[in-house]
């Protein structure tokens, strides 16, 4: 006759922990497996147009913040704080879309360190525009000095452009990611002006006001950018400016 074996209790015990062991480790690699998977990579500015909008709002202020420190006024600790509080806030917006946090882009007209040029005698035409002597285009407009890409041309007249006139042609628009009333600033404009912004992929427009400096031609708020945007996008790329007083 067979002797048939039988266990103790104790190592039946032992066997049973060790089968949950063994179960419970795979269970945790799967798991992690399963979470790996879940974890999408974050996009760039040149994965989505959507994180290239928010990029490039970044790199305007950016740049406002670096104008400030190499040229300070009174007012410079109190306008980079509040650009850097602003940066803050779109990084949230970068999270929560889905992008790199932090990533920069500059794709707005950055302003214009040049310094002016003496204007010739006898031409009254271009009195106070040093920076542009001979485009009269720019009168009065010091931002763009020696700004030999705009000699000549009209639509890139700035501060010195009439009333209706097309201005800052093939610039991008963005947003600041400043709250309030519909607003904007601008590196060419100064406080006052009133500036139109037509959205050519959505034809909306809107009317606002500078009420600050920034790093390009036309940051719009972001209730201002709200009138105009087309969802889930930051960026405008086919814009048209106006002065319109």
């Given at each position: ?6 266990l103790g209790p104790k190592k039946s015990i032992a066997l049973l922990v060790g089968a949950a062991a063994v179960a419970g480790g795979g269970a945790f690699v799967m ?77 707005s007209q950055p302003a214009q360190t040049a310094p002016a040029q003496t204007a010739p005698a006898g031409n009254a035409g271009n009195a106070g525009a040093a920076g ?63 500036l139109k912004v037509t959205n050519l992929d959505n034809n909306k427009s809107t009317t606002v006001t500078v009420t600050s400096v920034s790093g390009s031609c036309v ?27």
């Amino acid at each position: 006759m067979s002797r048939r074996r039988t266990l103790g209790p104790k190592k039946s015990i032992a066997l049973l922990v060790g089968a949950a062991a063994v179960a419970g480790g795979g269970a945790f690699v799967m798991a992690n497996t399963s979470n790996a998977a879940q974890s999408p990579k974050a996009l760039s500015a040149g994965d989505s147009t959507v994180c290239l909008g928010l990029a490039t709002a970044i790199g305007n202020n950016q740049a406002f913040i670096a104008g400030q420190r190499a040229n300070p006024d009174a007012q410079s600790a109190a306008r980079i704080a509040n650009r850097e509080a602003v940066i803050a806030q779109i990084q949230v917006q970068q999270k929560a879309s889905g992008c790199t946090v932090g990533e920069s882009a500059q794709g707005s007209q950055p302003a214009q360190t040049a310094p002016a040029q003496t204007a010739p005698a006898g031409n009254a035409g271009n009195a106070g525009a040093a920076g542009n002597t001979g485009n009269a285009g720019n009168t009065g407009n010091a931002g763009n000095a020696g700004n030999a890409g705009n000699a000549g041309n009209a639509g890139n007249a700035g501060g010195g452009a009439a009333a209706g006139q097309q201005v800052c042609n093939g610039s991008t628009v963005t947003l600041s990611g400043e709250g309030g009333a519909p607003a904007a600033s601008s590196n060419q404009f100064p406080s006052g002006t009133k500036l139109k912004v037509t959205n050519l992929d959505n034809n909306k427009s809107t009317t606002v006001t500078v009420t600050s400096v920034s790093g390009s031609c036309v940051l719009l708020n972001n209730a201002a950018f709200e009138q105009v945007r087309e969802p889930g996008k930051f960026l405008i790329r086919r814009a048209v400016i106006q002065k319109v007083g």
